[in-house]
């Protein structure tokens, strides 16, 4: 190493050093602490703080409440990430050919999108309430959406494709402007027809965004609290809990700090996972980008 | 592509504008009178009202909340980029030790669940007796901010040709100046776009918002309005006009400053 390249370096990590620090303390440090947390027993008000390896887990193993969550979770993230898909391809599809007003169609449907996810949980508890809320005026229906075992996920659910479509949608519409009109009018000379377009020349197009959106839309959904948290609650009897607002009432609520850290390890698992598929195509795409 | 009838497009932003009404009846809601708020039909009021405002104002925590909002905002993004933009300059111009490594952790990073972090961070600031301070909300956020910040800023750099600031070095200017007076100003718009979309994420944060703050003095506008009390009743029309103040930020981005708003989102997880 010449003394130019050693001056070099010591000028990359002067630069790079005061992030990497605050980083290591901010995210990597909490991330290795949670897993050391998740094999204690701790509770901060009776001043319990002992190390119980594996039992946390073992507990989970056979927890129904944990199972119940679980499966909330996953139920959540699949109808949740499908629907956006759908109907973001649906609207970016349709806001394609848009000449008049597009900043407007754009702001319209980014709105949803931008909100905090507690306005939306407060903006939809209102069209819900079942004496008077917007959705059963204008359905007619005298349901107790949020209340009935059976509609509070859908309703849930429903909630939170409104406010990530949009983000689909975004990416699908910018993706589409780029695909040159050329490959169209090479289409229509081939006496393509409109479905025939769109599943041989769209799709395929689309196809590397939509992977990029579905597996980053899925790692989001797996860690979504703020919205069922405020929303339902977990609620009625347990059937919005999902992994993160059973982690969270363990966590600050019955003040179980070890045992929550365990279901925290388990949202971070399932997360990194989606994760590393997310990265490995990212990855993959700047390749041949 | 076949130019479309005028009537489709009007037809798409009619659509839209339905997809845009649950917040549009909050907006309606906040306007109305209490005593009309449950006595749908009619959808729209006999007058409209500034009353929910005023009780919003005289006697609930969101004008605290909204100080406190703006500053935690403001200080986030001005920490994420005071230490996220000097890290990118490194990583797109300089040769940085073990910088595959270090880029991966920070992309993955910004995929870690907060649900996942909450509980050591607690500890953190307990620790150090930032709890209920905005140093401590600060600090929670920069968890996003930064890695958002240097993964996006540094993709903006690397667009940066490597003559301009050989040339630069070659003028006898340092290191600092070149990211000063090169860098800095050709990827202006790029931090623009990122410094919006962090006082966004900043603005918008619950989880780390409603666990660290324990009063008025550091809760934020989404923790005062998840708390938003009612006495006897759910007081809706309040509830409603303390959201559409929540959502002033959210809302000024997405119509007057869209443009910035887009590029960052794109750039974000997409690659050209």
Same mark, same amino acid.
């Given at each position: 190493?010449?003394g130019?390249?050693r001056?070099?370096?010591?000028?990359?990590?002067?630069?790079?050093?005061?992030?990497?620090?605050?980083?290591?303390a901010?995210?990597?440090?909490?991330?290795?602490?949670?897993?050391?947390?998740?094999?204690r027993?701790?509770?901060p008000?009776f001043?319990?703080?002992?190390l119980?390896?594996?039992?946390?887990?073992?507990?989970?193993?056979?927890?129904?409440?944990?199972?119940?969550?679980f499966?909330?979770?996953?139920?959540?993230?699949?109808?949740?990430?499908?629907?956006?898909l759908?109907l %973001? &391809?649906?609207?970016?599809?349709?806001?394609?050919?848009?000449?008049? %007003?597009?900043?407007?169609?754009?702001?319209?449907?980014?709105?949803a999108?931008?909100?905090?996810?507690v306005?939306?949980a407060?903006?939809f508890?209102?069209?819900?309430?079942?004496?008077?809320?917007?959705?059963n005026?204008?359905?007619?229906t005298? &349901?107790?959406?949020?209340?009935?075992?059976?509609?509070?996920?859908?309703?849930?659910?429903?909630?939170?494709?409104?406010?990530?479509?949009?983000f689909?949608?975004?990416?699908?519409?910018?993706? &589409?402007l780029t695909?040159?009109?050329a490959?169209?009018?090479?289409?229509?000379?081939?006496?393509?027809?409109?479905s025939?377009?769109?599943r041989?020349?769209?799709?395929?197009?689309?196809g590397?965004?939509?992977?990029?959106?579905?597996?980053?839309?899925?790692?989001?959904?797996?860690?979504a609290?703020?919205?069922m948290?405020?929303?339902?609650?977990?609620?009625?009897?347990?059937?919005?809990?999902?992994?993160?607002?059973?982690?969270?009432r363990? &966590?600050f609520?019955?003040?179980?700090?070890?045992? %929550?850290?365990?279901i %925290?390890?388990?949202?971070?698992?399932?997360?990194?996972?989606?994760?590393?598929a997310?990265?490995r195509?990212?990855?993959?795409?700047?390749?041949?980008? | 592509?076949?130019?479309?009838?005028?009537?489709a497009?009007?037809?798409?932003?009619a659509?839209?504008?339905l997809?845009?009404?649950?917040?549009?009846?909050?907006?309606?809601?906040?306007?109305?009178?209490?005593?009309?708020?449950l006595?749908?039909?009619?959808?729209?009021?006999?007058?409209?009202?500034?009353?929910?405002?005023?009780?919003?104002?005289?006697?609930?925590?969101m004008?605290?909340a909204?100080a406190?909002?703006?500053?935690v905002?403001?200080l986030?993004?001005?920490?994420?980029?005071?230490?996220?933009v000097?890290?990118?300059?490194?990583m797109?111009?300089?040769?940085?030790?073990?910088?595959?490594?270090?880029m991966?952790?920070?992309? !993955?990073?910004?995929a870690?669940?907060?649900?996942?972090?909450?509980s050591?961070?607690?500890?953190v600031?307990?620790?150090?007796?930032?709890?209920?301070?905005?140093?401590?909300?600060?600090?929670?956020? !920069?968890?996003? !901010?930064?890695?958002?910040?240097?993964?996006?800023?540094t993709?903006?750099?690397?667009?940066?040709?490597?003559?301009?600031?050989?040339?630069?070095?070659?003028?006898?200017?340092?290191?600092?100046?070149?990211?000063l007076?090169?860098?800095?100003?050709?990827?202006?718009?790029?931090?623009?776009?990122?410094?919006?979309?962090?006082?966004?994420?900043?603005?918008?944060?619950?989880?780390?918002?409603?666990?660290?703050?324990?009063?008025?003095?550091?809760?934020?506008?989404?923790?005062?309005?998840?708390?938003?009390?009612?006495?006897f009743?759910v007081?809706?029309?309040?509830i409603?006009?303390?959201?559409?103040?929540?959502?002033?930020?959210?809302?000024?981005?997405?119509?007057?400053?869209?443009?910035?708003?887009?590029?960052?989102?794109?750039?974000?997880s997409?690659t050209?």
């Amino acid at each position: 190493m010449t003394g130019r390249e050693r001056q070099d370096r010591r000028a990359a990590i002067a630069f790079v050093a005061p992030a990497v620090v605050v980083l290591a303390a901010l995210t990597a440090g909490p991330a290795l602490w949670i897993f050391w947390l998740s094999l204690r027993e701790r509770l901060p008000v009776f001043g319990v703080d002992r190390l119980t390896g594996f039992g946390h887990y073992a507990f989970l193993a056979t927890d129904a409440r944990f199972w119940s969550a679980f499966r909330v979770t996953i139920i959540f993230t699949i109808a949740s990430v499908a629907l956006e898909l759908v109907l %973001g &391809l649906g609207v970016a599809l349709a806001l394609r050919g848009q000449r008049v %007003g597009r900043r407007s169609a754009l702001s319209l449907l980014l709105l949803a999108w931008a909100l905090p996810g507690v306005v939306t949980a407060r903006v939809f508890e209102w069209l819900y309430y079942p004496a008077g809320g917007f959705v059963n005026v204008i359905l007619g229906t005298p &349901l107790n959406w949020l209340g009935s075992p059976t509609l509070a996920l859908p309703a849930l659910i429903v909630a939170d494709v409104w406010r990530t479509m949009p983000f689909v949608a975004l990416f699908c519409y910018a993706r &589409l402007l780029t695909i040159p009109a050329a490959v169209y009018e090479a289409a229509a000379v081939d006496g393509a027809s409109r479905s025939a377009t769109f599943r041989f020349v769209t799709l395929p197009l689309l196809g590397p965004v939509l992977l990029v959106t579905l597996l980053f839309r899925t790692l989001d959904a797996l860690r979504a609290f703020d919205l069922m948290f405020v929303l339902t609650g977990g609620g009625p009897a347990g059937m919005t809990e999902t992994l993160t607002v059973y982690a969270y009432r363990s &966590l600050f609520q019955t003040l179980r700090l070890g045992f %929550g850290s365990a279901i %925290g390890v388990v949202v971070f698992l399932l997360v990194m996972l989606v994760a590393a598929a997310y990265l490995r195509v990212l990855r993959r795409q700047d390749a041949t980008a | 592509m076949r130019r479309r009838p005028l009537a489709a497009d009007v037809a798409v932003l009619a659509l839209l504008t339905l997809y845009a009404v649950p917040f549009l009846w909050q907006l309606l809601t906040s306007f109305k009178p209490e005593a009309e708020l449950l006595r749908v039909p009619p959808l729209w009021p006999s007058r409209l009202t500034l009353e929910h405002y005023g009780v919003v104002f005289a006697q609930s925590a969101m004008p605290r909340a909204l100080a406190n909002s703006l500053a935690v905002g403001v200080l986030t993004t001005l920490l994420g980029c005071a230490l996220g933009v000097p890290a990118a300059y490194a990583m797109a111009t300089l040769r940085v030790p073990g910088a595959g490594a270090l880029m991966l952790g920070i992309v !993955a990073s910004t995929a870690f669940p907060q649900i996942a972090t909450v509980s050591p961070l607690y500890l953190v600031m307990r620790g150090l007796g930032l709890r209920d301070t905005w140093a401590a909300l600060v600090l929670a956020d !920069a968890s996003f !901010a930064l890695p958002f910040v240097i993964w996006l800023m540094t993709r903006f750099m690397r667009e940066i040709p490597r003559e301009l600031s050989e040339a630069a070095a070659l003028d006898g200017a340092g290191r600092w100046l070149t990211l000063l007076k090169i860098h800095l100003p050709l990827t202006a718009p790029g931090l623009a776009s990122v410094a919006l979309l962090t006082f966004l994420f900043a603005w918008n944060e619950f989880l780390f918002a409603f666990t660290f703050t324990a009063t008025e003095a550091s809760r934020t506008v989404p923790v005062a309005l998840a708390l938003f009390p009612g006495v006897f009743e759910v007081p809706w029309g309040d509830i409603a006009a303390a959201s559409i103040l929540a959502s002033v930020p959210p809302v000024l981005i997405v119509v007057l400053l869209q443009r910035w708003l887009v590029r960052g989102l794109l750039a974000g997880s997409l690659t050209e």
